[in-house]
């Protein structure tokens, strides 16, 4: 392997390489487990009334990095609540973040997201439950919104989707978790 004269020295070779061999075994690692058990697909981004609302692209955080950062969540906390076999095949066909851009505030306030009860996370989805041999167990859609999104408290006042993200955690308990007696 030739290095660029910025990292020459042999320390730094030695990191260079290694993280270039944990990144080489990850996405080993990561090709060996196969399909996901749950699958999240998004309707095209210009039929989103999150990204038809914001035409400027306003924010720090863009359409493709909110779109896997929540299909992320919704992978990781399905997984936790589905049977062991079963698979979740989510398509989400609509979402309008919480909060809303006014940049007729003042100036400098273009990219903040205000959070305002009239500003809800809404989510229509539909889904689509599968038992172990792929045969349809549950399937259905669903229009989710938390009009009472700002007087529950967050889970974590940093993430800037933690309403969003709590909008499909409700979603997930109510429609998948076991019934308790």
Same mark, same amino acid.
């Given at each position: 392997?030739?290095?660029?004269?910025?990292? /020459?020295?042999?320390?730094?070779?030695?990191? #260079?390489?290694?993280?270039?061999? #944990?990144?080489?075994?990850?996405?080993?690692?990561?090709a060996d487990k196969g399909p996901a058990r749950v699958q999240v697909t998004w309707a095209p981004a210009e039929q989103l009334t999150e990204v038809k609302d914001n035409p400027i692209n306003r924010g720090?955080?863009?359409?493709?990095?909110?779109?896997?950062?929540?299909?992320?969540?919704?992978?990781? /906390?399905?997984?936790?609540?589905?049977?062991?076999? !079963? !698979?979740?095949? #989510?398509?989400?066909?609509?979402?309008?973040?919480?909060?809303?851009?006014?940049?007729?505030?003042?100036?400098?306030?273009?990219?903040?997201?205000?959070?305002?009860?009239?500003?809800?996370?809404?989510?229509?989805?539909?889904?689509?439950?599968?038992?172990?041999?792929?045969?349809?167990? /549950?399937?259905?859609?669903?229009?989710?919104?938390?009009?009472?999104?700002? !007087?529950?408290?967050?889970?974590?006042?940093?993430?800037?989707?933690?309403?969003?993200? /709590?909008?499909?955690?409700?979603?997930?308990?109510?429609?998948?978790?076991?019934?308790?007696?």
């Amino acid at each position: 392997m030739k290095f660029p004269d910025s990292i /020459r020295s042999t320390p730094v070779r030695f990191l #260079v390489a290694g993280l270039l061999a #944990v990144g080489a075994s990850t996405a080993l690692a990561d090709a060996d487990k196969g399909p996901a058990r749950v699958q999240v697909t998004w309707a095209p981004a210009e039929q989103l009334t999150e990204v038809k609302d914001n035409p400027i692209n306003r924010g720090w955080i863009r359409t493709s990095d909110w779109e896997k950062m929540l299909a992320d969540h919704l992978r990781a /906390r399905a997984d936790r609540v589905l049977p062991e076999g !079963q !698979q979740l095949h #989510v398509a989400i066909d609509d979402i309008k973040l919480a909060g809303s851009f006014e940049p007729w505030r003042r100036p400098g306030m273009d990219d903040a997201r205000i959070m305002k009860d009239i500003y809800p996370p809404r989510m229509r989805l539909h889904y689509r439950l599968l038992s172990n041999d792929g045969a349809t167990i /549950r399937e259905g859609e669903a229009k989710l919104t938390d009009g009472a999104f700002l !007087q529950r408290s967050p889970a974590s006042s940093t993430d800037p989707l933690r309403f969003d993200k /709590r909008l499909i955690d409700d979603w997930l308990r109510k429609e998948f978790a076991p019934a308790r007696s």
